[in-house]
């Protein structure tokens, strides 16, 4: 009998699609043979979970053999609640970034450009090679900050998406109200603009206006906006963000996500994190306290800060980041370094701004890094 399938060889392995070889690593820090003390790599709250939400947790646990409910729907009305907005504009997902993933699958077409800023958080690039567009990165300013004219400039017609994300991850900076109105007025319609607010919790009011982003995409339909309960909420273990967007984006991406988006556990955490709000603004002024401290302990060691919105600082020291990382090691500190930019340095953890006095003791900066 003759085979209709194409003479491929039969030996031939499995082979991934074309691009997957283009798709980079995600990083983590660095390995350190003294036992870590202050994890501060990784951007996770200092204190666990509150009573109330574990105890939710060990409720749900003891119905682990049923499903939750289908859509995320008991989570999805939770936040309409809080939010004050419509159950069809919120979409749930196993982190914020997964809820990036669908809506790339959703809305980017093959080969297609997503344009962000970069350094801006590591996983965009990733997701845009998975879904099979192609990542644009556009520097940023001089002070760290987005660029937003320029990032304006490689929008064009081969472009679906833009992804902003403010505050940004791992510089710190934010931006304001009035400037994104003025991309969004700049971005042509078809274009979908992705406004990453995974730290929004984290803005100080005092130095920049923590503006409600949801109230603009009446006017602006594009916009699509991301937001997790990893950070202000402390849950980063169990995987849960959320996505609001007009109900044509929120509709088109129901059809590509998974019937169950959050697993119960999860579910149940973020219900209950909701329904204590003093909980999550004791945090935020926990991290705000901190990053005042450990900002003016760096400044002492004469190490560059850049002013930070969120539970991290960027300390921008270029050829000198190894040497720097190496030494908070060597002292128990684990950060995240980028090789060649800088050290970004998650704050909340107790007697952290302490350790990193005594570990910066003596070090200085060549002035050839």
């Known amino acids: 009998m003759t085979s209709l399938l194409p003479q491929i060889p039969q030996n031939r392995e499995p082979q991934p699609r074309a691009g997957i070889s283009r798709i980079p690593v995600y990083s983590s820090a660095l390995p350190s043979a003294v036992p870590i003390v202050f994890r501060a790599s990784s951007n996770e709250a200092p204190t666990a979970p509150s009573p109330a939400v574990i105890a939710a947790v060990v409720e749900r646990a003891g119905r682990g053999n049923r499903y939750p409910v289908i859509h995320g729907a008991d989570l999805i009305e939770a936040l309409a609640v809080t939010l004050g907005l419509p159950a069809d504009r919120i979409s749930v997902g196993d982190g914020s970034l997964s809820l990036l993933n669908y809506l790339l699958l959703a809305f980017l077409e093959p080969g297609h450009r997503v344009v962000y800023a970069w350094r801006s958080y590591e996983a965009y690039p990733i997701c845009v090679l998975t879904a099979g567009g192609e990542p644009v990165g556009v520097p940023l300013a001089a002070d760290f900050s987005h660029n937003l004219d320029a990032m304006l400039a490689e929008v064009d017609e081969q472009t679906d998406v833009v992804i902003l994300c403010n505050p940004n991850n791992p510089t710190g900076m934010a931006f304001g109200r009035e400037a994104l109105v003025a991309f969004l007025d700049a971005v042509p319609r078809r274009v979908i603009v992705v406004l990453d607010e995974a730290y929004r919790e984290f803005i100080d009011p005092a130095v920049i206006d923590p503006f409600d982003a949801t109230a603009l995409q009446e006017s602006y339909p594009n916009l699509v906006i991301l937001r997790t ?45 909701l329904g204590e709000p003093e909980v999550t603004a004791a945090l935020v002024e926990t991290i705000h306290h901190e990053r005042r401290a450990i900002t003016t302990v760096l400044l002492a060691a004469g190490l560059p800060v850049v002013p930070s919105s969120t539970n991290f600082v960027w300390v921008p020291v270029g050829a000198a980041s190894d040497a720097l990382a190496q030494r908070l090691r060597e002292s128990g500190i684990s950060i995240r370094m980028f090789e060649g930019e800088g050290v970004r340095i998650t704050v909340g953890e107790p007697g952290l701004p302490a350790a990193l006095e005594a570990a910066l003791d003596g070090f200085t900066i060549s002035h050839n890094d």
């Open 229 to 273: 309960f990893s950070k202000a909420y402390a849950l980063a273990g169990f995987r849960v963000g959320y996505l609001i967007a007009g109900v044509p984006i929120s509709a088109a991406l129901a059809s590509v996500l998974p019937p169950f988006p959050v697993a119960a556990a999860g579910v149940s955490a973020a219900i209950a994190a």
